[in-house]
């Protein structure tokens, strides 16, 4: 061994980096920061906390209630007021607001599954090196929106994107008269649900792999949808049916796939109005989002080819094509862009990017 190692160690003792450490550390802090805060607030969430706090309590009566150490749920309260999760009142706290609306387990808001699905994405995130070597995680397509995937996709439509996609939809006139709609691709059924709510005659379907239809049936008892049913099947290869008055299809993997577009066609009634909701991309477009690009990569679906970039697969057709195919079976009648209905971004598999609305008519 030289001795050239030992005596560049030796000059580190003393000689300054040629870059400061700040734009490499100021980074690190905030992400240390918020990954910790976000653990105190997903802790409290598991404990029900903001629960016990929709009365006033004082830390140590929470602690003798939940049987924890008192000096920890007091730093812990503590830390969630300077989050303004809770409110301080002399020695006691109460949760705020947006706490009642969303981190308590009685609010419809409840966002608890978001939370288990974060933290699902840090561990697949923790493999990225082994994949870059190996490959992506290889999972199949029906098992793909288990492990809560679909639970917290709901949560985060309830918190505004289901009740403004409705709004677009039943303003159209062609609402009115709906007989019977599909809601392809539906999984959780909410959407199929909140149209059904708005119009009582309305026979509505939602159609899906068959190991969704458990997720769906939670959902149904959840809201009281005894209006709306589950059909079981693959969209890429069975029958769609015919006899639709409206067709929802939103954000999912055959969302820009020509040949299910000819599918939507024919299972239309003429004059039947067709909702798609998904992220186009434009024929020069390089990435809407290199961090979700490299998401959607850490995992394969077997027998389905994903594209490069978040939510593309390779037969997709680009937004231009898409458009012009579109227009020769349909009359476009409004589109609306991600920033009049989406859920705000969480930096992960789910955040709608520029997604658009576009509500059109069978020719």
Not at 10 to 15: E, G, I, P, T, V
Not at 131 to 159: M, Q
Not at 275 to 283: I, N
Not at 317 to 338: C, G, N, V
Request: with cysteine; proline share 4%.
């Amino acid at each position: 061994m030289t001795g050239k190692p030992y005596d560049f160690n030796r000059k580190a003792l003393s000689q300054l980096p040629h870059m400061a450490a700040e734009p490499l550390y100021g980074p690190w802090e905030q992400v240390v920061r918020g990954y910790k805060q976000f653990c105190a607030m997903a802790a409290a969430v598991r404990l029900r906390i903001f629960d016990h706090l929709v009365e006033l309590r004082q830390p140590m009566d929470l602690a003798d209630q939940l049987n924890a150490d008192p000096k920890m749920i007091t730093d812990l309260c503590d830390l969630l007021a300077d989050m303004e999760l809770l409110v301080r009142y002399q020695d006691g706290f109460l949760v705020s607001a947006l706490s009642r609306t969303y981190l308590c387990s009685d609010s419809a808001w409840f966002q608890e599954e978001v939370i288990k699905n974060i933290f699902s994405g840090f561990g697949l995130w923790q493999q990225l090196d082994r994949i870059c070597i190996e490959g992506p995680v290889k999972v199949d397509e029906a098992d793909f929106f288990e492990n809560n995937l679909i639970d917290s996709l709901a949560s985060e439509i309830l918190t505004g994107e289901l009740q403004q996609t409705v709004a677009a939809v039943t303003r159209q006139p062609e609402f009115a008269a709906a007989q019977r709609m599909l809601d392809l691709g539906g999984g959780h059924g909410l959407y199929a649900m909140a149209l059904a709510a708005q119009k009582q005659d309305l026979e509505a379907i939602v159609y899906d792999f068959n190991p969704v239809e458990k997720d769906f049936k939670r959902y149904k008892e959840k809201f009281k949808a005894n209006g709306v049913r589950f059909v079981a099947g693959n969209l890429f290869a069975d029958d769609l049916g015919n006899g639709f008055d409206l067709v929802l299809f939103s954000y999912n993997p055959g969302g820009k796939n020509e040949r299910i577009l000819e599918k939507i066609h024919q299972c239309l009634n003429p004059g039947g109005l067709f909702v798609t909701k998904h992220a186009l991309y434009r024929e020069a477009e390089a990435a809407k989002s290199t961090l979700l690009d490299i998401e959607w990569q850490l995992t394969a679906f077997r027998g389905v080819a994903k594209g490069r970039n978040v939510y593309a697969f390779e037969q997709d057709l680009s937004e231009e094509a898409y458009m012009e195919r579109l227009q020769q079976d349909f009359e476009i009648i409004e589109t609306i862009d991600a920033k009049e209905f989406a859920t705000p971004p969480l930096a992960k598999f789910g955040d709608r990017l520029d997604s658009i609305i576009i509500i059109s008519r069978k020719r």
